[in-house]
């Protein structure tokens, strides 16, 4: 049989060993049809054939990321002010303003990443501080994680939200001592303007699904799990345009849908009958347990140790998400949970647990996403259970440690941000970034996993955490695949499987750990088709 294309190099990482092999490999339609050593590919070369040889470049499956938010991500990235630069409040401000004066038809001014903790500040920034920078259209800046709002007095009076509004179920309107809102919105909270700000039409939504798909083409990423993104957020949800999309053959992303864990199985089997192709299926359901550590939202075994009155707070009553998992997990269902705090960690285990105990073991591979702190004593419970772990190694050095250790006791500081913790219990992981929390980038998620360096790119933060740069690699594409069912399908370089392939600009086995921070992908494959490329030059076997 002829190939389409074969790629040849001397660093092919298949993922089913621990380095990178001399191989190549030949693509016929969407599948590899062989992969073996460059001497025995010349049968698969005819007139037809591309012939892409990569040199000593590593070629290797495409990157799966397991947890991203596609709608958030491409608002984020590509129509809102960045200000995880900005250093004090009033910086963020001169910035919203810059970008207001940049875009004096836009009727919402959206920014992300603004982060006071970074800033030596203890206390949230109020709606006057934007006021004086923009006075006259509303301003909605989402904090670093994703879990809090900052906006102005224009966006607070778009909203309707007076003294008189009431706090939303898991959500606080912030108040003054006069009862005035300060411009601070938690968790659900948010939603009061995002139902406003997030007004987008259909042909900016297929803009922003377009833009996502390029992006993530760019950095070699081929798959990704599109998890609901809570009710702050409930407006950015882009189903019908990734319909669209996939019916017009024009994704060039695998993406599995996660809609949220809320009771409604009637709801739930609808997605399921209609997202059902290679390119676009509806994977499980997701829904939050808790919140983030630096709002208080994270729930916690223990007090918080600069805020001893909380423990922090789950989102659903416990007798509520027991019904919905039980439910779900009966009918089949996989399941994610958002859980951070080490009380949330153990409170998803028991749901999962509960739930086996009701309808019996299977190979659910139900997860809990983030576990930023972790009990020892539930450590092992993962395995026991079932349940698989799902971190974003880039999440450690997203804020400095003061974020964290600030908040929890001296002796949980060995558990915060756990990682080869896992690996060493023979838990099969999932890598991810949660875009766009983080960039989608997975070079930054591969450094940190490799080196633990925190916020400084200096300092390594709890060193036991490192794992092997092929362990790391395998995370975010094997693990990812098995995270959906579809290790038989995606995730390793073997004959049968899948083309989704990428060539990254170096051999990641060969470099300074320093230089992944700087690797690029050259070339992407999905579906046996070149979606990405670099200028390069193809070469004879």
């Known amino acids: 049989m002829k190939a389409d294309i074969i790629i040849q190099s001397d660093a092919v990482f298949t993922g089913l060993k621990d380095q990178p092999e001399r191989l190549a490999i030949a693509i016929k339609e969407n599948k590899i049809i062989n992969i073996d050593t460059p001497e025995t590919m010349k049968k698969h070369a005819g007139d037809g054939t591309r012939i892409i040889d990569a040199g000593d470049k590593l070629v290797m499956p495409g990157f799966f990321d397991s947890h991203i938010h596609i709608m958030a991500g491409s608002l984020f990235n590509f129509y809102a002010v960045p200000l995880s630069e900005a250093v004090s409040a009033e910086d963020a ?22 982060d006071h903790t970074a800033w030596g500040d203890k206390d949230f920034p109020d709606r006057y501080v934007l006021d004086r920078f923009v006075p006259d259209r509303p301003v909605f800046l989402i904090q670093a994680e994703g879990h809090y709002g900052w906006v102005n007095s224009k966006a607070i009076e778009t909203a309707g939200i007076t003294k008189d509004t009431e706090n ?34 259909e042909e900016q939504r297929r803009d922003m699904v377009q833009l996502f798909l390029d992006h993530a083409a760019s950095l070699g990423v081929t798959s990704v799990n599109d998890l609901y993104l809570s009710r702050a957020h409930e407006q950015l949800e ?14 060039n992303v695998r993406i599995h ?59 659903f009553p416990e007798e509520q998400l027991q019904e919905w998992v039980t439910a779900a997990d009966k009918e089949g269902y996989q399941i994610k949970f958002h859980t951070i705090g080490d009380g949330a960690v153990r409170l998803g285990l028991d749901l999962y647990k509960n739930a086996q105990k009701a309808n019996g073991k299977r190979d659910s ?75 989608l980038n997975p070079m930054l998620g591969l450094y940190h996993a490799v080196t633990r360096k925190d916020y ?5 933060w709890n060193e036991q955490e490192k794992i092997s740069l092929s362990q790391a690699l395998k995370a975010y594409t094997y693990g990812s695949a098995y995270s959906v069912f579809r290790e038989s399908e995606i995730g390793t370089l073997e004959e049968g499987k899948l083309a989704d392939i990428v060539i990254l600009d170096r051999n990641l086995f060969d470099v300074p750990e320093k230089e992944i921070l700087d690797t690029k992908a050259e070339l992407t494959i999905v579906d046996g088709k070149v979606v990405y490329e670099k200028p390069a030059q193809a070469a004879a076997l």
């Open 93 to 114: 401000g001169e910035k919203v303003k810059a970008y207001a004066n940049e875009h004096p038809d836009a009727p919402w001014i959206v920014g992300v990443g603004w």
């Open 168 to 201: 939303p179920d898991y959500g606080i309107v912030y108040k003054d001592e006069n009862g005035e809102p300060t411009g601070i919105l938690i968790e659900s909270a948010m939603s009061l303007v995002g139902k406003y700000a997030y007004d987008f039409s």
């Open 238 to 251: 882009g189903y019908s345009v990734f319909k669209e999309f996939d019916e017009k053959d024009e994704l």
């Open 257 to 315: 849908l996660y809609p949220p864990l809320n009771g409604d199985l009637e709801k739930a089997k609808e997605f399921k009958e209609t997202f059902t192709s290679p390119k676009l299926k509806m994977a499980g359901l997701k829904q939050f347990i808790d919140g983030v550590v630096t709002g208080y939202t994270a729930y916690m075994l223990d007090p918080y140790k600069d805020k001893p009155e909380t423990r922090g707070e789950i989102g």
């Open 365 to 439: 591979r139900h997860t809990l996403e983030h576990i930023e702190i972790v009990s020892p004593q539930d450590i092992p419970r993962f395995k026991e259970l079932g349940v698989m772990p799902s971190v974003q190694p880039y999440h450690m050095a997203l804020m400095p440690r003061e974020s964290h250790t600030e908040r929890v006791d001296e002796e949980k500081f060995p558990y915060l941000y756990p990682n080869a913790t896992f690996f060493n219990e023979g838990n099969v992981m999932p890598y991810s970034s949660d875009y766009p929390i983080i960039p």
């Open 456 to 460: 400084t790119l200096e300092d390594t």
